[in-house]
């Protein structure tokens, strides 16, 4: 987690996309949240509604989970007899947010730039937004918070309406995600994350490729016991 010029925090991909799920999981799956560490990875690695889909391990999300907490996004949460501990985001309390600005924010930080249109579409059972002049209103609050959480895009060449993106990773990433969305694909991860990620993928595989051996191993030792 790093700040910008202005002193502001700017949260990393990865921060981000564990916010987001936190955010999502809290208002699909009540009964199911807070999330276990397992089910905060499997909520990251998900394939449907996430812009990047992302490899997240165990160790990386742990990891991430500890920034998150010393900066108060989120709380470690040990109950009496349970053998894990869960998590839950601080993102209503840190910004003061109702619910649909949350699920404004939370659509935005798991999929990408998006129109109001496609936010009252996508927003699901996050919130149900009845027109998408609610969708515009909860976006301009969010705009006019200090500092902003989110910005309005000017209008891209060929398109009617204005798309918005999230700011919690900073302007720069922000440009980069216009910028790649302008050219007709996504980035995958902006910056060091995109590395981080491809080379989170690359061992998953290596580790599966190894276990696979073992089990293979140990069935052709048992032919010689």
Known sequence: MESSPDGVEVLDPFE???LAVLAEKE???PDNYPLSL???VNGCNQLSS??????LSE????EVLQRLMQRKYVNGITQAGARVTKYEHRMRIKWSLEQDKLAVLSILMLRGLQTAGEIRTRSGRLHDFKTVGDVEQALQFLIDKYPPLVSKLALAPGTKEPRYGQLLGGEEALAREETAASLGGSV???GQGGRV???EQEVQQLRQQVEDLTAQFAEFRKQFE
């Open 16 to 18: 981000i996309r564990v």
């Open 197 to 199: 990620a491809a080379l």
């Open 50 to 55: 996430r812009d990047p889909v992302m490899a």
């Open 38 to 40: 397992n089910a905060l």
């Open 188 to 190: 995958s991860v902006a």
């Open 27 to 29: 208002a699909l799956t």
């Open 59 to 62: 160790e990386t999300v742990a």
